[in-house]
């Protein structure tokens, strides 16, 4: 059983930065893509980046291009999302997501099998 925790979550003023990381365990992810997306309230849940755990490809959303950088360190069985220049928009809840498939990072929330609880990232103006 997979089982993704996401930590790093929190309350900033727009301009700051985070990184929030997603820990992964329960089986290897070689093949796998890792990927981020993000809630707010009353909308749908939206595609922010993904990697592809073997080969380190990875796509991003329009909105975060330039601002946001995803990223993994394969010892810790860990991805990050690097976070700058963060907005009030940027506000949602945000979520680890992993999919065993084997084909290119993909930014469809149908693609993923496994999902985290989830981390509330905050962005006041």
């Known amino acids: 059983q997979v089982q993704l925790v996401e930590s790093g979550g929190g309350l900033v003023q727009a301009g700051a930065s985070l990184r929030l990381s997603c820990a992964a365990s329960?089986?290897?992810?070689?093949?796998?893509?890792m990927a981020w997306f993000r809630q707010a309230p009353g909308k749908e849940r939206e595609f922010v980046s993904a990697l592809k755990w073997t080969d380190g490809s990875v796509s991003y959303a329009d909105s975060v291009k330039g601002r946001f950088t995803i990223s993994r360190e394969r010892a810790k069985n860990t991805a990050y999302l690097q976070m700058n220049s963060l907005r009030p928009e940027d506000t949602a809840v945000y979520y680890c997501a992993a999919d065993r498939g084997m084909r290119p990072p993909s930014s469809s929330v149908y693609d993923y099998d496994y999902w985290g609880q989830g981390t509330q990232v905050t962005v006041s103006s």
């Open positions: 329960g089986r290897s992810f070689s093949g796998y893509a």
